[in-house]
């Protein structure tokens, strides 16, 4: 039998060619993300003291900004802060669609599993009773778990998802808040923080599971990207999760307002020098209660108006205009 084996000379000589290969493809890619970037700036530019001249220009318009909108996914951007702080100025953009897609998968995985691990200790801290102990692991956890979310977030909307503004903001403030309860480890609040964590970490399973079936359904029909994420709070993609979903956010947000309703009444009880700790608890479950109910009522009222033109088209051509479509358009988008 013939010996094919290349000998070390000839597999040292591949590797050299190779490599010379690859540093000329990366000094090209960059240099041509650094032409495209400009021209889209150069593009932006023009258009912002643009006026169309008829509507068939505008739709033409309307249609090339959505074309650069979709290059632009694949394009360096500007980090957001959180990701400065971490990263710096570093480029968290991923070049190929299959990343993308990739990364998206394991950010679904990270949430369930260690909203599974948050459903566990809370578990845990009720079964035991109040235990300082276990209850400083689970607020532990809860800081690190979301911490590490609003970052994977933050690359995922930089390549592509879209992810209301809102439910980042949320996670930032749930930061702060768990932050401070750690801090506090306060005994009085222990219960009852465990059974809002149950609850809250039930909600979101019950979420994920419903949400990945329609986000499934929703890909196949082309109706959802493959960067489409089942975001945290009432984040819905069809009629007939709202109307399963609603009554478990509304029973979670108010459990939110009721955390600090309670915490105001223990405020009094805290050391003077630990009193003010207490109130910021109870203005942050506060202020999430109240932008996540004001979050649902808009989702209600934006899903119940599409689902009246699914089932009324004769309303499209009768009582709504192009502009009002457009905005519903957009607002699906957000969805």
């Given at each position: 039998?013939?010996?094919?084996?290349?000998?070390?000379?000839?597999?040292?000589?591949?590797?050299?060619?190779?490599?010379?290969?690859?540093?000329?493809t990366v000094?090209?890619?960059?240099?041509?993300?650094?032409?495209?970037?400009?021209?889209?700036?150069?593009?932006?530019?023009?258009?912002?003291?643009?006026?169309?001249?008829?509507?068939?220009?505008?739709?033409?318009?309307?249609?090339?900004?959505?074309?650069?909108?979709?290059?632009?996914?694949?394009?360096?951007?500007?980090?957001?802060?959180?990701?400065?702080?971490?990263?710096?100025?570093?480029?968290?953009?991923?070049?190929?669609?299959?990343?993308?897609?990739?990364?998206?998968?394991?950010?679904?995985?990270?949430?369930?599993?260690?909203?599974?691990?948050?459903?566990?200790?809370?578990?845990?801290?009720?079964?035991?009773?109040?235990?300082?102990?276990?209850?400083?692991?689970?607020?532990?956890?809860?800081?690190?778990?979301?911490?590490?979310?609003?970052?994977?977030?933050?690359?995922?909307?930089?390549?592509?998802?879209?992810?209301?503004?809102?439910?980042?903001?949320?996670?930032?403030?749930?930061?702060?808040?768990?932050?401070?309860?750690?801090?506090?480890?306060?005994?009085?609040?222990?219960?009852?923080?465990?059974?809002?964590?149950?609850?809250?970490?039930?909600?979101?399973?019950?979420?994920?599971?419903?949400?990945?079936?329609?986000?499934?359904?929703?890909?196949?029909?082309?109706?959802?990207?493959?960067?489409?994420?089942?975001?945290?709070?009432?984040?819905?993609?069809?009629?007939?999760?709202?109307?399963?979903?609603?009554?478990?956010?509304?029973?979670?947000?108010?459990?939110?307002?009721?955390?600090?309703?309670?915490?105001?009444?223990?405020?009094?009880?805290?050391?003077?020098?630990?009193?003010?700790?207490?109130?910021?608890?109870?203005?942050?479950?506060?202020?999430?209660?109240?932008?996540?109910?004001?979050?649902l009522i808009?989702?209600?009222?934006?899903?119940?108006?599409?689902?009246?033109?699914?089932?009324?088209?004769?309303?499209?051509?009768?009582?709504?205009?192009?502009?009002?479509l457009s905005?519903?358009?957009?607002?699906?988008?957000?969805?």
């Open positions: 039998m013939e010996n094919t084996e290349a000998s070390p000379d000839e597999l040292y000589s591949e590797i050299t060619r190779s490599y010379q290969q690859f540093r000329e000094d090209q890619f960059n240099k041509s993300t650094t032409k495209c970037k400009e021209a889209i700036a150069r593009y932006e530019e023009v258009m912002e003291y643009y006026t169309a001249p008829d509507e068939e220009t505008e739709k033409t318009i309307s249609t090339r900004r959505s074309e650069i909108d979709g290059m632009t996914y694949y394009l360096p951007k500007q980090n957001n802060l959180l990701l400065t702080l971490f990263v710096g100025d570093f480029n968290v953009v991923l070049p190929r669609k299959e990343d993308k897609i990739k990364y998206k998968l394991q950010y679904e995985k990270f949430k369930l599993f260690y909203i599974i691990g948050q459903l566990a200790f809370s578990s845990l801290n009720i079964l035991c009773g109040p235990n300082r102990i276990v209850e400083g692991l689970l607020q532990f956890y809860l800081v690190w778990f979301y911490c590490n979310l609003t970052m994977k977030e933050s690359i995922l909307t930089a390549n592509g998802s879209r992810i209301r503004t809102w439910w980042q903001v949320q996670h930032y403030l749930d930061i702060i808040l768990y932050a401070f309860l750690l801090i506090r480890n306060d005994g009085d609040f222990s219960l009852q923080f465990s059974l809002y964590i149950f609850y809250m970490s039930g909600c979101q399973v019950l979420q994920f599971y419903y949400q990945a079936g329609s986000l499934y359904k929703l890909r196949a029909l082309g109706r959802a990207t493959h960067m489409e994420v089942s975001a945290e709070g009432l984040r819905v993609k069809t009629y007939a999760d709202l109307q399963f979903l609603t009554p478990f956010f509304i029973l979670l947000y108010i459990f939110q307002s009721y955390n600090g309703y309670i915490l105001w009444h223990l405020a009094p009880k805290a050391r003077e020098d630990e009193r003010w700790e207490v109130y910021v608890c109870c203005l942050l479950f506060v202020i999430i209660s109240l932008g996540n109910l004001f979050t808009h989702v209600v009222i934006l899903k119940h108006q599409i689902h009246k033109l699914v089932k009324s088209p004769e309303l499209i051509r009768r009582n709504l205009s192009n502009s009002l905005s519903l358009g957009k607002e699906i988008k957000k969805q």
